[in-house]
C-alpha cells in the first residue's frame, strides 16, 4: 500500500485524541519489529530517520527498504526524517521517499525549504523552544519541541498547529497525548520488544482503518513524454538525455528520470522520457522551476518539436 500523507495524518490524530507512534528505524531488524508491532495493534506508524546518524549511504539504502516494506503493509505509514540540516538534505530526503521533515537550521534556510517543501506537498517541521521563542517560526506545518517542554505547553498552543516530541523515550506517553500532543516519538531507550506498549500508550491501537479512510495517500505521478528529435539533433540524442537527466533530477519533488528509446526502428516516437514525481503539485513547481525552462528551451523544445506530453497517477 502507499504511503499516507503525512500532514492529515497528524491532525486527524490531533482531532481523534491520539498520538501517532514514531519509531527510530536505524536497521531492517527495527523496521520489522515496528511494522509487526503496528501489525498486531492494527495502529497507523510513522517511521523515523536521523539524517545525522545514518549518513548519506546509509540514508539511501535504509529509505529504500523502508519504502519497499511500506509498500507490502496495509497500514497507514508515513516517513519522518529528523535532524536535515539544509535544504539540499532535504530536497534529497523527499527524493529518496520521505513525506515528512523536521529541519534543523537558521530562519533564512527554513523559509527556502518551506517554500520548497509546499511545492512538492510535503509537510515540513521544525524545532521549537517555547520557553524562549514566544511565537515559532512561520510557515512551519509542525513543531518539534522537548519532552520537558512538552508536559508545560498551554493546550491552545497544541490548537494551533500539531506539536511532536521526537524522543520522548524518558516520559509516558499518555500524559503528553492528554496535551494534545499529535506524534510521539520512542527513541532508542524503548526496546523492540516495547514498541507494541509504545503504540497503546500513544492511544493508536485500533486507530489504523479510521486513519486509512481519512487520510490521502501519497500519490506519484509519470511524467510521461515521447518524442523524436530533428534529423540535425539526432546525432547529439545520447547527450541530450544525459544532460536532462543530470539537470532536471536536482529539481525538488523529482525521484527519478529515466530515459528510453524504442525498440522498433519504425515506432512512431523514438525517444521517450520517464520524470517521477512526488504528487501532482509537483507538476506545476517543475514546469516552472529555472532548471527545467533552461533545460527545456536550450535543449529539449527547439529539437523536439514533434513529442507527445502526458501525466499519469501511479
Given at each position: 500500500m502507499?504511503?499516507?500523507?503525512?500532514?492529515?495524518?497528524?491532525?486527524?490524530?490531533?482531532?481523534?485524541?491520539?498520538?501517532?507512534?514514531?519509531?527510530?528505524?536505524?536497521?531492517?531488524?527495527?523496521?520489522?519489529?515496528?511494522?509487526?508491532a503496528a501489525d498486531q495493534c492494527d495502529a497507523p506508524l510513522v517511521l523515523q530517520v536521523d539524517a545525522a546518524s545514518a549518513g548519506p549511504p546509509g540514508l539511501?539504502?535504509?529509505?529504500?527498504?523502508?519504502?519497499?516494506?511500506?509498500?507490502?503493509?496495509?497500514?497507514?505509514?508515513?516517513?519522518?526524517?529528523?535532524?536535515?540540516?539544509?535544504?539540499?538534505?532535504?530536497?534529497?530526503?523527499?527524493?529518496?521517499g520521505c513525506t515528512g521533515l523536521l529541519l534543523e537550521a537558521d530562519a533564512a534556510e527554513l523559509a527556502a525549504a518551506v517554500e520548497m517543501a509546499r511545492g512538492c506537498d510535503i509537510p515540513l517541521g521544525g524545532r521549537w523552544d517555547p520557553d524562549r521563542d514566544a511565537?515559532?517560526?512561520?510557515?512551519?506545518?509542525?513543531?518539534?519541541?522537548?519532552?520537558?517542554?512538552?508536559?508545560?505547553?498551554?493546550?491552545?498552543?497544541?490548537?494551533?498547529?500539531p506539536l511532536l516530541v521526537?524522543?520522548?523515550?524518558?516520559?509516558?506517553?499518555?500524559?503528553?497525548?492528554?496535551?494534545?500532543?499529535?506524534?510521539?516519538?520512542?527513541?532508542?531507550?524503548v526496546s523492540t520488544a516495547q514498541i507494541g506498549d509504545w503504540i497503546r500508550g500513544?492511544?493508536?491501537?485500533?486507530?489504523?482503518?479510521?486513519?486509512?479512510?481519512?487520510?490521502?495517500?501519497?500519490?506519484?505521478?509519470?511524467?510521461?513524454?515521447?518524442?523524436?528529435?530533428?534529423l540535425e539533433a539526432e546525432p547529439r540524442a545520447a547527450e541530450i538525455m544525459a544532460q536532462g537527466r543530470?539537470?532536471?533530477?536536482?529539481?525538488?519533488?523529482?525521484?527519478?528520470?529515466?530515459?528510453?528509446?524504442?525498440?522498433?526502428?519504425?515506432?512512431?516516437?523514438?525517444?521517450?522520457w520517464l520524470v517521477r514525481f512526488t504528487g501532482p503539485s509537483v507538476i506545476a513547481s517543475y514546469r516552472d522551476h529555472p532548471l527545467h525552462v533552461e533545460y527545456a528551451d536550450t535543449w529539449f523544445r527547439p529539437y523536439a518539436a514533434d513529442r507527445i506530453s502526458i501525466d499519469y497517477l501511479l
Open positions: 502507499p504511503l499516507q500523507q503525512l500532514g492529515p495524518m497528524l491532525h486527524q490524530a490531533q482531532a481523534q485524541g491520539f498520538a501517532l507512534p514514531a519509531c527510530r528505524v536505524t536497521d531492517l531488524n527495527t523496521l520489522d519489529a515496528a511494522l509487526r539511501t539504502l535504509l529509505l529504500a527498504a523502508i519504502e519497499a516494506a511500506a509498500a507490502d503493509s496495509v497500514l497507514p505509514l508515513a516517513i519522518l526524517l529528523d535532524q536535515a540540516r539544509s535544504r539540499a538534505e532535504a530536497i534529497e530526503a523527499i527524493r529518496l511565537d515559532a517560526a512561520a510557515g512551519l506545518d509542525f513543531l518539534a519541541l522537548e519532552a520537558a517542554a512538552a508536559t508545560r505547553i498551554r493546550p491552545d498552543r497544541t490548537r494551533q498547529r521526537g524522543d520522548a523515550s524518558g516520559q509516558e506517553p499518555a500524559p503528553l497525548v492528554q496535551q494534545g500532543l499529535a506524534l510521539l516519538g520512542m527513541g532508542l531507550a500513544c492511544g493508536a491501537a485500533d486507530k489504523a482503518a479510521g486513519l486509512r479512510r481519512a487520510c490521502p495517500l501519497m500519490q506519484p505521478v509519470e511524467h510521461l513524454i515521447i518524442y523524436n528529435l530533428s543530470k539537470v532536471l533530477s536536482q529539481i525538488p519533488g523529482v525521484r527519478r528520470v529515466l530515459t528510453g528509446t524504442a525498440l522498433k526502428q519504425d515506432a512512431q516516437f523514438q525517444l521517450c
